[in-house]
């Protein structure tokens, strides 16, 4: 296959994270160890840096991208052999097609998602901020912001509920209008 005109590194890092909860929602449905579901997704995206100059840009980065995500799982597969507990080949071509098929409902719930938490006030984006991008701790965001830590859980509570309901009447506008 002849190489294709190099991609740059900002065009790049679009299509991986584009792609990227697709590629760990496969890879964490195929390795129930996290820490092994992680290393797995390490070594997709090392193969994929290493044969993004083949990559054919006429052609869609997903089906491309889940075929070495594919062979990354299966070479796990192999080393991991003996091991019942792991999923066969055909549950993972099962995983492959549902998770083909959920593509576009993850795209419109991110969308939605990132709507509805553009509404919060900043003090609210705040506390969802450290707890699942910086992967703070309650005790810790307590301590910080000085509050019980009943209180803070009862505050985040709130906030989620407050994100399902937007969600969910923005799911509900879509469908009316299908």
Request: hydrophobic share 35%.
């Amino acid at each position: 296959m002849s190489r294709v005109p190099d991609i740059d590194s900002q065009e790049i890092l679009e299509l991986f994270l584009k792609e990227d909860t697709a590629i760990k929602a496969y890879v964490h449905a195929a390795i129930p160890r996290k820490h092994e579901a992680e290393d797995v997704q390490q070594e997709i995206w090392k193969t994929v840096c290493e044969k993004i100059g083949t990559f054919d840009r006429s052609r869609p980065f997903r089906p491309w991208l889940m075929g070495i995500a594919r062979l990354e799982v299966l070479k796990w597969r192999q080393r991991h052999a003996r091991n019942r507990e792991y999923p066969t080949e055909q549950v993972l071509t099962l995983l492959e097609t549902d998770l083909d098929a959920l593509h576009d409902e993850i795209d419109e719930r991110k969308q939605h998602l990132s709507e509805c938490l553009k509404q919060l006030p900043d003090s609210q984006r705040g506390l969802l901020q450290r707890k699942y991008v910086e992967n703070w701790a309650y005790q810790q965001m307590a301590d910080h912001f000085r509050k019980s830590l009943a209180s803070l859980q009862m505050q985040m509570t709130r906030i989620r509920r407050a994100l399902r309901k937007c969600m969910d009447q923005k799911r509900g506008i879509q469908e009316e209008l299908a």
